[in-house]
Each structure stands twice: as structure tokens, then as C-alpha cells.
């Protein structure tokens, strides 16, 4: 046997599940009267609210981003041109939607004195009753009025997904229409056009004043490299300093001075090398090109001739021979001479030549050590020329800038174009009949949904099994119709405790055995509430009126003629509703009983229709005592229990009575009720919980008198089938 936990924090568990969607629409078609009657009333009163406003007319002008641009002037401007993008075309969308576009257009069509825009200027029936004036306005609160006014009646959109923009205005005259439309699209060119011509002008402005500051910054850097190379020596000529000049010259000299020094040391000590191998000098260079030495050698060769001769003609001390002889040694004598003045000649020179390099070499140092100085100095001056040079450029460039600017003044271009300009349209753009009906369909019918809805959620009683699951957390036990809605023609005259007897195969019997099945355990063979763990079955109810002594009658009839030993208690002392349904008027009864005044198997009755029997409730015996939770009772449920396979308990109602608590906790199982759509949620949860605190076995709750007709029955008993398709599975 399955228990359900009653607790307070199972109905919340249960009520944060998935919204029942077949719940709303089965409540929509139980409500199709309200429905109508919503999206009736709710329609007709929408349409003929549109179809009663007055005429309006839509006009519309287009326009579209310029994707290609004219170039007249090179350079690119001050104000960029729109990109062809998405985002630009919704955002110059906006800008056309902008109050400060549509205060412009008020401004420049005078639309303040339109009393069409002006509420202020229409007719005021108040102050005509009246024969007062109306109270004059603020002229600026007026023309923003206005300014609101005519914003809500433009409509701005993008054409797909194309650079085009499509700019309607809406008003009672297609001509007003159309020429408010064109104003727009003309004042938002005429705001691009004035917003680059004031960027060109603020631009040459800006950069007219700071070229002023650039050009005297260029000055001062200029002056300032100057005068640090007049106080440091840091002339240039030709791209060098004059320090650079001279030291590149005494380089030259140096290297001249060195390669004539080379050459003459070199003469020098060849000469010298000759004359110390034994040389004469002959072989010496520079006396072999000595005109001097050339002359003597002349004289010499011709006196050797003659000492020659004169040997031949004369003997060795000949006068004649003896002077030639004595020539010839002269001019030899004067050779050597000469040869060693020429040597002589290269040393002075080779000394020359050393001390010239000496002087060449020392210039040369004072010139290095001028530049090391020099170039001391250049570090500072490099940083100056550096910032001339960068205060050159950027006035440079703002001079470029300046030019580029100028020459695009007056040039400047919308970056949009009017594709095609509004006309008065001939047709009024609403009210349409078609969209009027179509809207007032769609409103009504939502209406009508709101209204079923709100109904649904307004209601507190149960509907379906699945509500008692979903609303308490409790689990559902099934659904028992009203028997009249259910009963064929002819059984409609029974009473339902005699239908189950009398129609054993109807409807109503079978649903009652449909919950007797669903009280059962799994694993009952043949009788299931026969079995030990629950012998002791106590019906019970919230309120009053939920069909509860009904229900306990029809089921124990419905046991008993099954062949099981069942006996109904009749448990509610104050109205004694099983007794008096079976028509009992016992001497002595369960009080008696209690009491100790009468054993329970002399009062028992036996109801002969079904052979069930029954603990009546004597009226004589009715006391205010709690008779219920004395040890007798305990006794006497422990006695029944062994002698009957089911004993049922019809209780007074949980919220009313403290009985059915009592009986409750002392009982296998208890069976609470609720009255279907009747029974508020909060009723059954508060009874739920009070027989959970009081130690009671709740099985589930069983909904009672259920409407089956026209409507689907979702419980454990019938399925999702309407009732008229099985009725005829019952009477065949």
C-alpha cells in the first residue's frame, strides 16, 4: 500500500512542476461560454473603436546612404563620410527620430500655429460652456508639445536590408502629409551639409591659429640652432664643419708630407748604401742626373781621349801627357765632389721632408683635438637641429592640412541622397477595415483566453486526479462521478448506494470498484482491502458535503457483494448520516458500545442488499465526550479487526470535527475525499496536514461527484476517454 506524504512542504514540491497544459485547455472548453462572451464583447467594442477614428493619411519620402562619393578636392575631410554598414544605416535611422530633427522641421513649417499639432488651438467645449477663456500657455511648453506631437506621428524605418530609409509621416491632410514627410528628409540633408560646412570651418579656424604658433616655434628653434654654432665654432660649409674641412686637408698634406719623406729617406739611403760598398758615386741616381756631374764627365771622357793619344805618340813623361794626366785628376777630383754635394743635396732634403711631416702632423692634432670639442658641442646641437626639424614638420603637415581643408569649403556633400520624394497619398493610411478586424479578432480572442485563464487561476476547487498530484503533492486516487451524470435514463431514479446493488454494471458501480482496486495493495490476491496491513479503512472529508457517507456506503456494498466480510462504522455522532441513509433507528448503537451498556455484535445491523454489516449510531446515545480516544475503542477496532476483512469508518469532517482526527490515527489507512471543483486546495491541504500531525496513514485523496459529461475524466478509474465513449460498453 502506497502512502502519500501530506506534508506542508509536499504541495509546494508538487506546485513548482510544469504548467498542465491540457488542464488549461480542458478548462478553456469547460469555459466556452466566457470565452465567447470575452472575445465577443472585446472584439466588437476594438472594432468599432478603429473603424469610428477619423481618416488619417500616410506620406512617405525615401532616401539612401550614398555608398560612392564625389572627389572633388584630394585629401580626405574634416567630417567623414558615412560607412556603408548596418550599424550606421539604424543609427542614422535614429538620428532622423532625434527631437532636435523633428524641433527643426515645427520650426521651420511653423507648425505651432496648427491646431492640428496644438491642442491649444482647437476648441476648448469646457471654456465654451463656460464662456471663460482658456488660461494661455507657456509658449515653450506649447511648442514642445508640438515637438511631441509630431514625433509620434513619424515613422522611420529601414527598407529590408538595403541603405535605403523610408520616412512617413502621418497626418489628417494628404497634402500636409506628404510635405511634412519631404521637410524631414530636405532638413535632415540640410543638417549634414551644415554639419561638415561648420567641421571645415572650426577646422580652418583651429588650424589657422595654431600654424601661427608653429611658425614662430620654427623660428625660435632655427635661431636657436644658429646661435649654438656661432658660440660654439660650429660653422659649416658644404655640409661639414670648417674644423671637418681643415682636418680632411691636413690629412691630405700628411699623407703628400709622408710619401715625399718616404721617397727622399729612401734616395738617401741608396746613395749612401752605394757609396759605402765602394762606389765612386757614378752609380748614383741623382749624380747620374746632374747636369754637373754630367758636364765633368764630358770634360773627363774628352781628356782621357787625349791622355790616350798622347800615351801613343809620347812616353809617360811627356810635359804634354804629364798635364793631361794631371787634368784628368782634376776633373775626377771634381766629380767626387760634386757626387758628394749631391749626397750632401739628399740629406738636407730627407731633413725637409721629416720636418715638414712633423708640421703637417702637429697642425693635424690641433685640428683632432678641436673636433673631439667640436663634437661635444654637436651632441646639444643635434638635439636642436632635431627639434627644428620636428617643429618643421608639424608645421609642415598643418600647412598641408590647412590648404586641404580650405579647398574643401563650399564643396561638402550629404552623405545621403532623396531616392524619391513624398506625394499626397490617395488613399488613407487607417482606419483599414481589414487590419481593424483582423486586430479586433486577434484582441478578442485574447480577451477571451485571458478571462478563461484568469478563471482557471481564480478557481480553488480540484478538477482531475492530476491536480490533487500537482496542487497538494497528495496522491490521487481517482475520480468518482455524479452518478446522474453517468446513470443510463432509467437508473437515474436510484439513489447511488442503491445503484451499486441494483446496476452492478454500471458506470457508477464500476468506478467504485475502480477505487477499491486503487485502495488495494499490489499484492492482494483476490480481496485487497482484506488484507492485514489495512483492514481498518477510515473515510474522511474536509467539509461537510463532499459525499463521503455516500461514498463509504458504496464501497462497503460494493466489498460485501464481492464476498468479503465488511462492516461500516458509522463514525460522525453528530449527524449519524450512514444510519439514517439506511434507514437504521437502533436502540443502542456505538456509543452504547463504548460505554460498556451493549456488546457490539448485539447492535450490529446487516444490510441485506449487499450483506455488508453496519455499526449504526443510536440516537439516545449521542454524547459530548471524547468517547473515541478511550482505551475502549482500541479495544473494540482490535476485536473487528479480527473479525472482518475490511471495516470501513465514516467519519465526521477533519476541519470540523475532532473525531475524525481521532479515528483516523486509529486506523490502518485513511481515505480523505474532496468535492470535485468545490472543495477549496487549501481546505483538502489543511486537512491533509492536521491528519498527518495526528499520526494517520493517508492513502490519497479520491475526488467526488465528478460532471462527467461533456468533458474528459483523467483519473485512475476511466482513462482520458469521454464518458459518451463507453457508455455504450456499460449497457451492452
Known amino acids: 500500500m502506497t502512502l502519500t506524504d501530506p506534508s506542508p512542504g509536499a504541495a509546494v514540491r508538487a506546485a513548482a512542476g510544469d504548467i498542465d497544459i491540457a488542464a488549461w485547455i480542458e478548462g478553456l472548453r469547460r469555459r466556452a461560454g466566457l470565452f465567447v462572451g470575452a472575445a465577443g464583447l472585446v472584439g466588437l467594442i476594438v472594432l468599432v473603436a478603429l473603424l469610428a477614428r477619423p481618416p488619417v493619411y500616410t506620406a512617405a519620402t525615401h532616401l539612401q546612404i550614398n555608398t560612392r562619393k564625389a572627389q572633388v578636392v584630394a585629401g580626405p575631410a574634416v567630417l567623414s563620410a558615412l560607412d556603408a554598414e548596418a550599424a550606421i544605416v539604424d543609427t542614422e535611422v535614429e538620428v532622423l527620430k532625434s527631437p532636435q530633427l523633428a524641433a527643426a522641421v515645427v520650426d521651420d513649417l511653423g507648425l505651432v500655429r496648427d491646431p492640428a499639432f496644438n491642442r491649444s488651438l482647437r ?34 524605418r529601414r527598407v529590408g536590408l538595403t541603405y535605403s530609409m523610408a520616412v512617413g509621416f502621418t497626418a489628417d491632410d494628404p497634402v500636409k502629409a506628404a510635405r511634412i514627410a519631404n521637410a524631414f528628409a530636405d532638413r535632415y540633408l540640410r543638417a549634414q551639409l551644415t554639419a561638415k560646412f561648420d567641421a571645415n570651418s572650426q577646422a580652418n579656424a583651429f588650424l589657422g591659429a595654431r600654424l601661427e604658433d608653429l611658425r614662430r616655434q620654427v623660428e625660435a628653434a632655427d635661431a636657436a640652432v644658429s646661435a649654438y654654432r656661432i658660440d660654439h665654432g660650429l660653422l659649416s660649409a658644404q655640409g661639414a664643419t670648417l674644423t671637418e674641412q681643415e682636418i680632411s686637408v691636413y690629412n691630405q698634406q700628411l699623407a703628400a708630407a709622408r710619401a715625399l719623406q718616404a721617397e727622399q729617406d729612401a734616395r738617401l739611403r741608396t746613395a749612401r748604401a752605394q757609396m759605402a760598398a765602394g762606389s765612386n758615386g757614378d752609380d748614383v741616381g741623382e749624380a747620374l742626373n746632374s747636369p754637373v756631374v754630367q ?122 541622397r532623396i531616392v524619391s520624394r513624398a506625394t499626397p497619398p490617395t488613399a488613407p493610411s487607417a482606419p483599414k477595415p481589414a487590419i481593424s478586424l483582423a486586430l479586433a479578432v486577434v484582441l478578442g480572442l485574447g480577451a477571451g483566453v485571458g478571462a478563461v485563464l484568469a478563471a482557471n487561476a481564480l478557481q480553488q476547487g480540484l478538477s482531475t486526479p492530476e491536480d490533487v498530484e500537482r496542487r497538494l503533492g497528495l496522491d490521487p486516487l481517482g475520480a468518482l462521478p455524479l452518478a446522474d451524470t453517468v446513470a443510463a435514463p432509467d437508473e437515474r431514479d436510484l439513489h447511488p448506494i442503491d445503484l451499486v446493488v441494483q446496476r452492478p454494471t454500471s458506470v457508477f458501480a464500476e468506478a467504485m470498484r475502480g477505487l477499491r482496486a486503487g485502495l488495494s495493495p499490489p499484492a492482494a490476491p483476490v480481496i485487497p482491502l482484506a488484507a492485514p496491513s489495512a483492514r481498518i479503512v477510515a473515510v474522511v472529508s474536509a467539509l461537510p458535503g463532499e459525499g463521503k457517507t455516500t461514498t463509504a456506503l458504496c464501497l462497503a456494498r460494493v466489498a460485501a457483494r464481492s464476498g468479503a466480510r465488511v462492516l461500516l462504522i458509522d463514525g460522525d455522532p453528530r449527524r449519524r448520516g450512514a444510519t439514517r441513509m439506511l434507514g437504521l433507528d437502533p436502540d443502542a448503537g456505538l456509543a452504547e458500545v463504548l460505554h460498556g451498556a451493549a456488546a457490539w455484535r448485539t447492535v450490529l445491523a446487516t444490510d441485506p442488499a449487499s450483506g455488508m454489516q453496519v455499526l449504526p449510531l443510536a440516537a439516545s446515545g449521542l454524547s459530548a465526550d471524547d468517547a473515541f480516544a478511550a482505551p475502549p475503542m482500541d479495544a473494540l477496532l482490535a476485536e473487528l479487526r479480527q473479525a472482518f476483512d475490511l471495516v470501513l469508518i465514516d467519519t465526521a469532517p477533519v476541519l470540523v470535527m475532532a473525531d475524525a482526527r481521532v479515528l483516523s490515527a486509529r486506523a490502518d489507512a485513511v481515505l480523505l475525499l474532496a468535492r470535485w471543483r468545490r472543495t477549496p486546495a487549501r481546505a483538502v491541504s489543511a486537512a491533509a496536514r492536521i491528519l498527518h500531525a495526528s499520526g494517520a496513514r493517508l492513502l490519497g485523496v479520491c475526488l467526488t461527484q465528478v460532471d462527467a459529461r461533456g468533458r474528459s475524466l483523467h483519473g485512475h478509474s476511466y482513462g482520458a476517454y469521454p464518458h459518451e465513449a463507453y457508455r455504450k460498453y456499460y449497457a451492452a
Open 295 to 416: 758636364n765633368l764627365r764630358g770634360q773627363r771622357a774628352a781628356i782621357s781621349t787625349r791622355v790616350a793619344d798622347l800615351s801613343v805618340r809620347y812616353g809617360p813623361l811627356h810635359p804634354d801627357l804629364a798635364r793631361a794626366r794631371s787634368e784628368l785628376s782634376d776633373i775626377d777630383a771634381q766629380i767626387q765632389a760634386e757626387i758628394r754635394r749631391v749626397v750632401s743635396n739628399l740629406d738636407a732634403q730627407a731633413q725637409v721632408a721629416r720636418q715638414r711631416t712633423a708640421s703637417v702632423q702637429s697642425s693635424l692634432d690641433v685640428a683632432r683635438g678641436s673636433l673631439a670639442d667640436n663634437n661635444a658641442a654637436s651632441i646639444r646641437l643635434r638635439e636642436l637641429e632635431g627639434e627644428a626639424e620636428a617643429a618643421r614638420a608639424i608645421y609642415r603637415a598643418f600647412l598641408d592640412r590647412y590648404r586641404e581643408t580650405d579647398a574643401q569649403t563650399g564643396v561638402e556633400q550629404a552623405d545621403a
Open 123 to 156: 476648441p476648448d467645449l469646457l471654456a465654451r460652456l463656460t464662456g471663460r477663456a482658456p488660461p494661455a500657455s507657456d509658449p515653450a511648453v506649447e511648442r514642445q508639445r508640438v515637438i511631441e506631437a509630431v514625433g509620434r506621428r513619424l515613422t522611420v
